[in-house]
């Protein structure tokens, strides 16, 4: 990946993580991220159509398993990336191949930074002041690098 914490990103990251687990980083974050996703990019949940369930509304796709199930996927992503701070490149083919997917499903590169910012406010609203300036700073560098694979493999598709 392209970017690489420096050391007090690395542990301004660690600790944030520390501080949200206890709140629930599986749930509560997840909550508030995933309702904070459709307020910035309501066309968003024509992209979250399965096989059993095509949405209209935001609120039948907020309701539904497998868009909460997908929010966990990202939140497990982005923890997987905050325990391979050491080695970030570990996880490039793999973020890759998932902005290949992405593409394929009809993401356009802008609505990962939707995600983003969705993200950046989950942890803001749970940690608050604990959620520092240079703390923001730190995940939103983290972020950047993660969809920074992911665009590789989002171009890469196009190419193909
Ligand atoms: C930008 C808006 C996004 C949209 C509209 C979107 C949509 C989708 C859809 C429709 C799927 C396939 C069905 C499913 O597994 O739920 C999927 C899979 C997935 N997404 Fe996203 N996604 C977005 C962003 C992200 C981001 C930023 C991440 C991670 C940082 C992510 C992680 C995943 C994972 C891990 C899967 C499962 C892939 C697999 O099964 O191999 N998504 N996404």
Request: aromatic content about 10%; some cysteine.
């Amino acid at each position: 990946m392209g970017m690489s914490p420096r050391l007090e990103e690395k542990s301004r990251l660690r600790r944030t993580r520390a501080l949200c687990l206890p709140l629930g980083m599986g749930d509560n974050y997840s909550w508030r991220m995933l309702c904070r996703l459709f307020e910035l990019e309501p066309e968003l949940v024509f992209l979250f159509q399965y096989n059993s369930s095509h949405f209209s509304e935001v609120q039948d796709c907020l309701r539904s398993a497998e868009f909460t199930e997908h929010i966990r996927k990202v939140m497990t992503v982005i923890d997987a990336a905050v325990s391979s701070l050491d080695s970030l490149s570990s996880l490039d083919e793999y973020l890759t191949s998932l902005g290949r997917k992405h593409r394929a499903v009809g993401v356009k590169l802008e609505s990962f930074n939707t995600v983003g910012e969705s993200l950046l406010f989950a942890l803001e609203s749970g940690l608050g002041d604990a959620f520092t300036s240079d703390t923001r700073e730190a995940w939103s560098l983290l972020y950047a690098s993660v969809v920074q694979s992911m665009s590789r493999g989002w171009h890469r598709d196009s190419q193909e």
